[in-house]
């Protein structure tokens, strides 16, 4: 595949058990932990940055698609967890995910058929596939082996 798209709550981080849109920014540092005001932990799925170091070392694209009604709650994430420089696009809004795809298509001028999206969701795993699209079902968060085979 040419370009990996990937979901951000539950499939990249865990946002203290909810969506970062349900999280109480500002987001802050704590003794290594990323907390937000309520004192609940902000974690990243420890796979996350060498799955995307590795896409990035084979010139893969990467992209986000993100149904989020805080968008700039997510980007924020992005930056603390220092994954934000591994995108190429992101499609950050509460909206469906063929939205997010037809603009992620348009940007890159690939076929559907040259993507390999990622999320824990089954709703958004099947209205992704319909376009075409290999959708991966990610539980408990995002697996190197489930990403890699994709190279």
Known sequence: MKL?????????WDAGGTWCD??????????????DQSNS???????????????????????AASR???PSWAQDLLHLFDIDKYFD??????????????KIKKHFGMA??????????HRNIHEVRKLGVEAV????????EDVLRYL
């Open 137 to 144: 079902f990610v539980a408990d968060g995002l697996k190197k």
């Open 89 to 102: 696009l992101k499609e950050i809004y509460p909206s469906s995910k063929i939205q997010h795809f037809s």
């Open 68 to 70: 989020t009604f805080e």
């Open 4 to 12: 990996f798209v990937f979901d951000l709550d539950f499939t990249l």
């Open 22 to 35: 349900a999280t109480n920014p500002p987001y802050y540092w704590s003794d290594g932990v990323l907390l």
């Open 112 to 121: 559907y058929s040259e993507m390999v999206f990622f999320d824990d969701e």
């Open 41 to 63: 932990e902000m974690e990243l799925y420890p796979d996350v940055i060498p799955v995307l170091e590795e896409l990035k070392r084979n010139n893969r694209k990467i992209a």
